[in-house]
């Protein structure tokens, strides 16, 4: 079981810029994909970024590559994952989860992921 815990929400204002964080703990090295999410106010959970663990293949959703940049630290003690959010508008306004899979090819979303932390909210104001 992998716990995952998102951190770096807030208020932002549009065009502004904002990091979120993703702690993984437990069985971390059955981890081999994950991805940030986000579910809008009355909408679906849908993928944003994805990557593959290892050779750091990435997936983007093609409304949020350029503004946005996954990465993750694979430190031999933690197993991190980040969402760099740049030039934001509101309606990036959202709840933004972390998930996880042991599935390597589960980055690219074909297939929902195993675990998901929270989930951290982002507000963007006119």
């Known amino acids: 079981q992998v716990q995952l815990a998102e951190s770096g929400g807030g208020l932002v204002q549009a065009g502004g810029s904002r990091r979120l964080s993703c702690a993984a703990s437990?069985?971390?090295?059955?981890?081999?994909?994950m991805g940030w999410f986000r579910q809008a106010p009355g909408k679906g959970r849908e993928l944003v970024v994805g990557i593959r663990m290892g050779d750091g293949s990435t997936y983007y959703k093609p409304n949020y590559e350029g503004r946005f940049t996954i990465s993750r630290d694979e430190s031999k003690n933690a197993l991190s994952l980040y969402l760099q959010m740049n030039n934001l508008e509101p309606e990036d306004t959202a709840v933004y989860y972390c998930g996880a899979s042991r599935d390597s090819t589960d980055y690219t979303g074909q297939r929902d992921f195993e675990s998901w932390g929270q989930g951290t909210p982002v507000n963007v104001s006119t």
């Open positions: 437990g069985r971390t090295l059955s981890v081999y994909s």
